[in-house]
């Protein structure tokens, strides 16, 4: 009589191995995607926060060329070269260190008065989305960096 309770028991089991790995498999993906997404985000993100850096890094100690308003934008426009080429003068071949990147989403702020030398110089990436496998993600006015200017004001004198 043993016996036989034991096999109905083991016959009422089969295939429960199969629904917990259907299951747990589902529960494992579920997470390690999300982890992906998450990890791939944020290496990106710190991507961003290294180039924007740098780019405020260079724009607080270049000579600040402001014989006119043209000037400013050529040094502005260096800067953001920077930010999204790791270079001021670009060649025609190069690509961006973060892709998707342009110029046109990275904001230079000069803070000071006007017609003197700068205080410090704001640098951040608006409207940059980076798409992860199940959503994007929008940055908006981050990362921002500010450096204090410590380069050479040169009122006079134009960018070339």
Same mark, same amino acid.
């Given at each position: 009589m043993r016996v036989s309770t034991l096999r109905g028991r083991k016959r009422s089991q089969k @295939?429960?191995?199969?629904?917990?790995?259907?299951?747990?498999? @589902?529960v494992m993906m579920t997470c390690l995607a999300g982890t992906f997404q998450f990890g791939y985000t944020f290496y990106i993100y710190n991507q961003l926060v290294t180039a924007v850096g740098n780019g405020a890094r260079y724009g607080a100690q270049r000579t600040y060329r402001a014989a006119s308003a043209q000037d400013i934008e050529r040094g502005n426009a260096a800067i953001r070269n920077m930010v999204v080429y @790791?270079?001021?003068?670009?060649?025609?071949?190069?690509?961006?260190?973060?892709? @998707?990147?342009k110029p046109e989403q990275v904001s230079v702020e000069w803070i000071g008065k006007e017609g003197s030398a700068p205080i410090a110089i704001d640098v951040s990436v608006h409207d940059f989305t980076v798409n992860a496998i199940f959503r994007s993600f929008t940055f908006e006015g981050k990362p921002l960096v500010e450096f204090p200017y410590i380069g050479r004001y040169a009122p006079g004198e134009s960018e070339r």
């Open positions: @295939g429960h191995a199969m629904l917990e790995l259907a299951l747990c498999a @589902g @790791g270079d001021a003068q670009p060649s025609n071949e190069v690509t961006p260190v973060i892709p @998707g990147l």
